[in-house]
């Protein structure tokens, strides 16, 4: 996979997949942002848009830097298991060269469980919540 940093100058060409896509992961539950918090974000140079691609696939990351730690906070595309390692190894590379020592993501989603551990990750908070229905 090719990755490629997207500069704000060259935001406008892209967006209109990219926001399909963040569409598509906030279909599965992640309201806490709207695809315009991103668009900002990456505009004013806080995050950073990476798209990979080869012949066949495509996909984005958006990572945010946070002093020591680099943050993954939308992950979008189809590829085989070969890829994403590929697009992983990437990733953190960027985060070495920015001289980060902790590479983070969250997910509401269980299924990324065996996934992150594959990668790497490993879990380090859990939230448990009582729903405002039960009176709280």
Known sequence: MIPTYIHKDDLRTVWPWIKEGLER????GHTEWIVEDIY??????RSMLWVFHDDNDKGFV???PNGKHLH???AY??????????CFNHII???????CEKLTFMSYRKGWERKARAL????TTWEYKIQENNNV
């Open 25 to 28: 992961i906030r279909s599965k």
């Open 40 to 45: 900002c974000d990456c505009y004013e140079q």
């Open 62 to 64: 958006i990572l945010q």
């Open 72 to 74: 993954i906070w939308c």
């Open 77 to 86: 595309g189809f590829m085989d298991e070969a890829k994403i390692q590929d």
């Open 93 to 99: 590379n960027i985060a070495k060269q920015g001289g």
């Open 120 to 123: 790497g990750f490993t879990p």
